[in-house]
């Protein structure tokens, strides 16, 4: 190599001379790792996509360097989505996918001057899981949301009945409140009454209270 070109126009005199030249594009670029299979620590199959963002850092050195950087830097990443993946059991995974995105990133960074780029970016995109892991998966997910569920109903069934237990005492103590409470029981029932017949010299309120069986004696 003689010397790299920047920006311009350029002639040659190529008599008696061969001349060649390499472009080597400077601009970011993406790889994406699609369905890599990764063994868990708790020896569960599962495949990975992960994207990554670099550059070319050094042209010259590239050129010097490199002889097909995508057949290189494929394989690379692929060993460093297993390294740190494989050091992680299931659960662990679906839980940190963001800091083993982080690992992953720290793990390409290191290894970046071997292929002459700079990492932008790195992290994984989706987790596939095999269908019976799936399967078994929505059912615990399915059994942990019922659970919360009857939890949620036991806990407002005790709060309802505490509050009746103290209504109760409330009205036990307070003949007033007990008579208010019975009038409005009683303007419950007659809202849903077409039609009412009274006789006797009782009152209707007290009619009506000895006909439910919540009437006291005076």
């Known amino acids: 190599m003689q010397e790299p070109l920047s920006k ?5 005199w190529n008599y008696n001379h061969v001349i060649s030249y390499s472009v080597i594009d400077m601009k970011q670029k ?6 890599q299979e990764i063994l868990t620590k708790d020896k569960i199959g599962i495949r990975m996509n992960v994207a990554c963002m670099y550059k070319v850092r050094d042209a010259v050195e590239f050129v010097a360097t490199i002889s097909d950087l995508k057949t290189q830097l494929y394989p690379a990443v692929q060993l ?6 494989g050091n992680y059991k299931l659960d662990e995974i679906l839980e940190a996918k963001e800091q083993i995105s982080k690992e992953i990133y720290g793990a390409l960074k290191e290894r970046e001057n071997m292929f002459c780029v700079n990492f932008l970016t790195a992290g994984i995109k989706d987790i596939i899981l095999p269908g019976e892991i799936r399967e ?9 949301k019922t659970a919360q569920a009857n939890v949620i109903s036991r806990r407002e069934e005790v709060a309802s009945t505490r509050s ?5 005492k409330l009205m036990d103590e307070n003949q007033t409140l007990y008579r208010l409470k019975e009038l409005e029981y009683l303007e419950r ?10 006789n006797g010299s009782a009152g209707i309120v007290e009619q009506l209270g ?4 919540t009437g006291r004696q005076a």
């Open 164 to 168: 009746l237990l103290n209504t109760a």
């Open 8 to 12: 311009g126009v350029y002639r040659f």
């Open 189 to 198: 029932i007659c809202e849903k009454v077409g039609e009412i017949s009274v």
């Open 80 to 85: 460093a989505i297993r390294e740190i993946t």
């Open 210 to 213: 000895k006909m439910m069986g």
């Open 136 to 144: 078994i998966m929505n059912s615990v997910l399915v059994a942990e």
């Open 30 to 35: 993406e790889l994406d790792i699609v369905g």
